[in-house]
């Protein structure tokens, strides 16, 4: 008798206390500072324009591209097929199925790369994987794919073929305009663009 | 940092020395609370003796809290912890017969080792019944596979398929157990037994 309320008078404490904890400091542990810092350095939560160019023109099913702008701005334009998670929402209990998964490649992206690689380092901490960042934002990817400038003769056949490439996923994509081509044009653009081999991790280029 | 093993802080050795340990440390508790006498344990069924009721269910809140605690403090990546795989059907056959053993025989398959080791014949005859059973299950598996891997359902946890928080389902548990533990004590007054 005694030692029941003895139990009850030391458990129930730490299971009020432990009911109190937000959910996600319960989760998988966060990764160490080192190892992010890292990853940071080697700059492996980054992932290339071309790359996600690629795999929305191939509809790959394993790609999530996470808008973390806001409502108003994704409105306004927005990546085909972009989720929007507005950075200050981003740990919310909604979305954290999304963040902490380990099937989807989450693509997160805002104009620039500031405000993606906050997120990023967010989520890394708490440390869920298979997030990156865009490289470069939105501005890159305007001025990557949409906007491609051709290289000059002098540059090597892949800047060419990589120009070639740009402009053909430029045009698929819409070439800036908020709709998507999902017509006829699209897929015979798909003919031309030859698909690399997928990697699931992709360092930042120069 | 945890678990110890997976982040490769004590090697395979280490880890088998401390399983040995605490086998040892849970053997030990089993014997400790009277888990060798066949009586007692049936006396979970009667209604007479649910000792085995409290201590698994103490064990069970220690762990949950433990564990989410640890967390917690980041002392263990709780994403790194093994959870047994949910088949359904098998699940239910299995705790159906392993509930009936329980009953006939009086030993669960880690208290009978508990019983074999100070002794006990009726133990050692419940470790030859168990091997039995295990020769039946492995040379039938043809067919029991079907049965056996039907309704697999991962490795979902309670709290997940009630859209709870762990924590909150850890506290309820809690709350459950304490409940179960004033109503063991009531039924053994309820049906008292003198000579076991």
């Known amino acids: ?206 | 940092m945890g678990p110890l093993i997976v982040n490769e802080i004590i090697s395979q050795n280490t880890n088998y020395l401390l399983a040995f340990v605490i086998g040892i440390g849970f053997g030990f508790v089993l014997e400790a609370s009277g888990f060798s006498s066949s009586r007692k344990l049936a006396g979970m069924f009667y209604g007479y003796d649910t000792v085995v009721l409290k201590v698994f269910f103490t064990a069970a809140i220690t762990a949950s809290l433990g564990l989410l605690f640890f967390s917690l403090f980041g002392w263990i990546d709780l994403s790194l912890i093994y959870i047994n795989p949910t088949y359904l059907w098998s699940a239910i056959t299995g705790g159906v017969i392993m509930g009936a053993g329980f009953i006939m025989g009086g030993f669960c398959p880690g208290t009978s080792f508990c019983g074999a080791a100070i002794g006990k014949i009726d133990a050692m005859i419940f470790i030859a019944g168990l091997f039995i059973g295990v020769l039946i299950f492995t040379e039938g598996y043809p067919l029991f596979e079907k049965m056996y891997m039907a309704e697999f359902l991962g490795a979902p946890k309670v709290s997940d398929s009630l859209g709870l928080k762990d924590g909150v389902f850890a506290f309820l548990l809690v709350l459950a157990a304490l409940g179960m533990f004033w109503a063991g004590e009531w039924a053994e007054k309820k049906f008292p037994r003198e000579e076991y």
Not at chain 1, 49 to 56: H, Y
């Open chain 1, 1 to 206: 008798m005694k030692s029941r309320v003895i139990l009850a008078a030391f458990i129930i404490p730490l299971g009020l206390i432990i009911a109190a904890v937000p959910a996600y400091k319960t989760l998988s542990t966060s990764v160490s500072p080192e190892e992010i810092l890292n990853e940071v350095r080697s700059g492996i939560q980054i992932i290339t324009t071309d790359e996600v160019a690629e795999m929305i023109i191939a509809k790959d099913p394993s790609l999530l591209l996470i808008d973390i702008r806001s409502p108003e701005e994704f409105e306004k334009f927005n990546l085909p097929g972009a989720l929007n998670i507005p950075i200050d929402n981003i740990l919310s209990d909604e979305w954290i199925d999304i963040f902490d998964q380990n099937i989807k490649m989450n693509v997160l992206y805002g104009n620039g790369t500031t405000k993606s690689n906050e997120a990023w380092m967010i989520l890394r901490q708490l440390g869920f994987e298979n997030n990156y960042v865009l490289q470069g934002g939105l501005n890159y990817w305007a001025e990557t794919i949409m906007n491609p400038k051709p290289p000059s003769n002098i540059n090597p056949d892949d800047e060419i073929a990589k120009y070639d490439f740009r402009k053909g996923a430029g045009q698929a994509l819409g070439g800036g305009s908020i709709s998507v081509n999902q017509g006829n044009e699209s897929t015979t653009k798909k003919a031309v663009i030859k698909r690399k081999k997928k990697k699931k991790r992709v360092a930042g280029g120069c």
